[in-house]
């Protein structure tokens, strides 16, 4: 399910277009200030209809970190105290906190840069609720009321403020250099700061794009997630981009605290009924277990 937000018309020419992108990329972002960025930004989103995703209750989503030590809680899966949050992130200010999660179990290992040798915590989650979030990297082919402009214009429109949100969302930040964050949390304040959204998509930065990273406001992750499993894993190695894994612990089970109920091992696939049968194989690194029918089969 999905909404559609029509903003106000901007009739702006192609060279307009062009030449805000390159004052925006010509700013010195040790100095500048977001809001500043946030400013000019804002006459390339007026006349779009954005297309924002409802998702029902179900959803399962991933979030991870490298961890050289098993943690015992589930507040170390979640997102981090404002107070420890000191630097510039992806969609965020010092200062403010935001639950960063994937679409796809692959695409954490690549967001942390997880490098062969590395331990590694990842958690699956599930809503329990709708999720109502705001869509920044896969604008829809045409921008809505910037007639008269010819459908070729409104194309490469388009395809120009596109190209600027793609490139800075996934774009490699090296440490201590996080003030290059600003062009992507001016982005996103724009999008998901109204209180109607519970959160903000965007591309990934792993699998060249190919997968959803999604932002989730804290009031929404607090009643509204629920995690199901945390695995604890090696990487054995990584090559052009592909994590080869081992599931060194794992735990489906949580105390009332909040504390992780690990089992001690990686998990196991059981046979339910007398005459299933499981066919292996290895994918993406790792042993996937499937019925007859082609279904992942959990381990538990």
Partial sequence: MERKYKKPIQNLSLKQIQDIIEEIRRLNLKVVDIDIIKEKLKPLFKGYTLRAPIYEPGLKLYRGRV???????????????????TKYQRVNRPGQSVFYCCADRRVPFSECFAKT???????????????????IGYLN????????KSLDELKEANRLIRNIIDEEFTKNVNEGEEYLYKITIALAEKHFSDDIFNGLLYPSIAIKARSDNLALKPHYVDKNLMIEKVEFIQIVSVKDSEYKKKVLDSATSFGKDGSIEWKGHPGKWY??????????????????????NGK?????
Avoid: H
């Fill in 271 to 292: 046979l339910k009924k007398k005459g299933d049968e499981l066919i292996l194989a290895v994918e993406n690194g790792q042993w996937v277990a499937r019925d007859k």
């Fill in 296 to 300: 992942v089969i959990e381990r538990n």
């Fill in 117 to 135: 040798g590395d331990r590694f915590i990842l958690s699956r989650w599930k809503t329990v609720s709708r999720l109502f979030v705001n869509n």
């Fill in 141 to 148: 082919d045409n921008i809505m009321g910037l007639q008269p």
């Fill in 67 to 85: 961890c050289n030590e098993k943690p015992n809680n589930i507040k170390d899966m979640t997102y981090p105290p404002a107070k420890l949050i």
